[in-house]
């Protein structure tokens, strides 16, 4: 074996060595630009990203239709394993701590360069949220259309892997000859698992003969000199071989020292392999405005989206999609942009993949408390307990409840509330708001100044009798003895306190009217006495008269 074989087999080692995570249950597709793997294992988001990522990859992105395309094109080569109904990750996500908004990607972005689209393929508006993470996923049921989960939810998956250049599968008599190990995969390709194009860096073993015993040839998919091929092509079993095409791709000739030589149709041209053929570039020189797609016999001039091809064949001319029959824009403004437009959209409206959708104001949390969304606007309105400020009423302010004193004793204003309370030996009843005695506290035998101004009121309103003459005390004038309000001193519990005092001083009083009755009537009687005559006669001895006399003169 001379030295370039056992290098060649030294990269099988390292190659086998380096990849991880392969899985019996993974269906390879490459095209001329990436390779897509899809597994069919399922997995929470961040465990498939992870994956993508430590085998040299990403998840799928779908920024454009070709790359819709692309996926379903590989979900349909994995018919075999019936996912018709299976969900698919895609690397489309939406942070925790960022909101749904009102773009075309709803506020989710692409885990890989760039972020942002302006295509979007979504099934239904994604779920309103500012605190939980989203995924999305896709299936061929649903026709690839987007749809918004829980990331925490398990799916299938599919990584993409993009590569500086592709080489066609070697050429040989029997395909089987020739086993693939592909950079992104622990594990050879499958016999029967046939691409299109490898990438670079896949290493092909190929047996010349057919036989596990015949001599074995290594080969690289790497540059040379700006193409991609096959190293060591030059001894892919061609001096073993008669001229039964002899591994070459479109023409063998057999050579006068016995080996064969490969050519090409007219329009390729022969890779550095010796045996593979290639379109030849008919672009080069090509007067195309836009695109050249190259042919087997020329080329042909394309252009961009939103562009159509002139008559001429080679100039592009922009589309003016606001003049089209169906208004574009329904019925807002439609402005025409080279290869685009857009649509000058109504206030409190969004142009979103072609159309004015409503701006969901709330999600962008405009208001200070509640939010109440509206087809173009939005409405602030605040909790109970606040009311909105005079200058700004998307600002709410504390209610003071107190103002309208709504306890029976106490009022303390909270944010949102307040809080009643009772003065001493009083305690504040089942409904929060009024006050009653508190049990703990022992009764007294002499009315609180609280009693004093009912206790006079109704002791005014006793009539005084002394003997035939009834006295009515004059009126005392209301005296302030306390603060308390006046629905305090209604209660029940004072007029029975009231009571209990006006009952003994009544008593008191009559008692006091009967003993001054009583001692008046003593009088009355000792005055009687005096003023009656007893049984003796009186008889003047005229002296009187003579002193009354003698008192007149003086």
Known sequence: MNDTDGMMRLLLVMLSCYVAGGTDRVSTTCT???CLTLHLEERRFDNASEDCIKNGGKLVTMRNENELQSIKSALLAAEEFSILSSKLWIGLSLQRGHCTGSSELHGFRWTTEPADSRYSNWKRKPFSTCTEKRCVSISLEDDLKWSDGSCRDSSFYMCKFLFKGMCK????????DVKYRVPFLSKPLDPNERLAMLPQGTVAEIQCGGSEDAEN????????NGLFGWTNSESFCARNKTCNNGGCEHVCFETAEGGVRCDCHEGYYLMDDKVSCALRNNCENSPCESKCVPTATGFLCACAEGFYLAED??????????QQLKPICGENRCHNTPGSYFCECNPGFRFVAGKCEDVDECT????QQGCLN???????YCHAGYSPALNDTDICVDIDECISRPCEDICVNTLGSFKCSCRENLILAKNGISCVPDPAEKPQNSPSSDHGEAFITKLNQFPVTFGPTTVYPTPVAKTDFSKRKESFLGSPWILLCVLGSVIPLTVVIVVMSV???YRWKRSRQAALKKSTADNYCWVSSGLDKEQKKNATFN
């Open 374 to 380: 509206s087809q173009g606007s939005f409405y602030c």
């Open 217 to 224: 040839v290594l080969s690289v998919c790497d540059n040379k």
């Open 32 to 34: 001329e630009e990436a």
């Open 515 to 517: 003993f001054v009755v």
């Open 313 to 322: 064949g080679v100039s592009c001319v922009d589309i003016n999609e606001c």
């Open 364 to 367: 962008e949390l405009r208001c």
């Open 169 to 176: 599968p070697v050429v040989l008599e029997n395909p089987r």
